[in-house]
């Protein structure tokens, strides 16, 4: 078989399984850049408490 015209063997699903949807991040993102906008911006224990609070809403 020809290596440079076969398909390419790469498996689906590489990389990082995603845990919020892109809705969610969206969502995520405003409340990190309204938090930001007051003069708070988040700390990671906040943003892993708010992506915590997401899964566990979302029955994931």
Do not use: C, F, W
Not at 25 to 41: K, T, W
């Amino acid at each position: 078989m020809d290596r440079l015209k076969a398909p390419a063997m790469v498996p689906e699903g590489r990389g990082r399984h995603r845990d919020l949807t892109d809705e969610e991040e969206a969502a995520l993102a405003g409340l990190l850049r309204y938090m930001a906008g007051q003069g708070l911006p988040a700390s990671r224990e906040v943003l892993k408490s708010k992506v915590r609070d997401i899964i566990n809403a979302s029955g994931k």
